[in-house]
């Protein structure tokens, strides 16, 4: 687990999962009206959170959504009547953002480039996004053209090299270097958050996930042995049932495994993968998770498997001071949280692969 044997104490545990539970992503969309600012944050959530409306201009107030702890806000006008610059930063409390994403469909306007001056100046982060790529047309010029015509428009009316992102929210061009873009432009704990919440629109995204939720697996895992209230039948070993549950849930989430997802896809998986998806879907309960970690004790837990499970995760762990049963409890868990974590990401991989083929034919 990499770094994971930096932890002595379970003092240091809590602590870092409580500043993992506490972090959040905060991402302001702001641009012209009807650019389809709704729908990008409905792409990157991967759930219909937001309105997505035909009117021109259906931004009025600031318009947060919010997704486990991925916050995205669409930003009313900048600099308009309603909402003139000299208070618009206080209003929105705008310097609160982690990043901004400047979202366009036509041309791109002043009022845009003026907005982004002021965050440059306060050293904020911004992604430019020509969206709706996919209706880009004019006659005698291949798209290529006019994404370098957009590019260079934006370019001088900002008066910097800046990188211009094309999607489309129909078609789901350009999300995934989207999304690896905000990633890059994140702190490392808010990495780990934004990998967890954000959908995934490849398999590189989707093994940032997997990394991400194994942090998260080794955090609740030592707090889940180190509480032990829920003895486990069979085996000498008390953990608490509640964090776990809790544990696969958000596994499950960030995953975008809800029942109706899996089920509708049944019909792509092979026998090993339908096995598979039936695992993901049954260890939902406490019932079920507590007859899954008996079973990863019956299964490792003789005197060579723990040693060679300690070797794997590190050299320290908090909880080998607090004795043999804790920390058995903690190596049953972790087994136990991270198969299903490797189950859940191989089920969401064939779901990807196949909507990838699928686009591509």
Request: proline share 2%; aromatic share 10%.
């Amino acid at each position: 687990m990499d770094d994971n044997n930096i932890y002595e104490s379970i003092d240091a545990i809590k602590e870092e999962l409580e500043k993992l539970n506490q972090t959040q992503v905060r991402i302001a969309l702001f641009g012209q009206p009807g650019s389809g600012k709704s729908s990008l944050i409905n792409a990157l959530i991967g759930e219909d959170v937001a309105r997505v409306s035909q009117e021109t201009d259906t931004t009025i107030s600031e318009d947060p959504y919010k997704w486990e702890d991925l916050i995205l806000t669409d930003l009313p006008g900048y600099g308009t009547k309603n909402f003139p610059a000299d208070s618009f930063f206080e209003r929105f409390d705008v310097l609160s953002y982690d990043i901004f994403i400047c979202v366009f469909s036509g041309k791109f306007k002043q009022e845009d480039t003026e907005f982004f001056r002021r965050l440059h100046k306060e050293n904020k982060k911004c992604i430019f996004v020509r969206n709706s790529v996919d209706s880009m047309f004019e006659k005698g010029k291949s798209i290529e053209q006019l994404k370098e015509s957009v590019t260079n428009d934006v370019r001088e009316q900002v008066g910097k090299d800046v990188k211009i992102y094309f999607t489309s929210c129909r078609t789901e061009e350009g999300l995934d270097d989207l999304t690896q873009a905000i990633y890059e432009n994140l702190n490392s704990v808010k990495q780990i958050k934004f990998s967890l919440d954000a959908k995934a629109y490849s398999e590189d995204f989707l093994e940032k996930k997997k990394k991400a939720c194994y942090k998260f697996i080794y955090l609740g895992s030592s707090l889940a042995a180190a509480n032990g209230i829920n003895p486990i039948p069979v085996v000498d070993i008390t953990v608490d049932l509640s964090i776990i549950t809790g544990i696969f849930d958000r596994i499950r989430k960030s995953f975008g495994l809800s029942k109706e997802i899996i089920e509708d896809n049944k019909p792509l998986y092979n026998e090993r993968l339908l096995s598979i998806a039936n695992k993901v879907l049954k260890y939902t309960t406490k019932t079920a998770i507590t007859k899954l970690l008996e079973k990863v004790a019956k299964d490792q837990l003789e005197e060579q498997a723990v040693k060679t499970i300690l070797k794997q995760i590190g050299k320290r762990i908090p909880l080998i001071g607090q004795g043999v049963s804790a920390t058995t409890s903690f190596i049953v868990t972790f087994a136990a949280s991270k198969s299903y974590c490797n189950d859940c990401a191989e089920i969401a991989t064939a779901i990807l692969k196949d909507k990838l083929y699928s686009s591509t034919n």
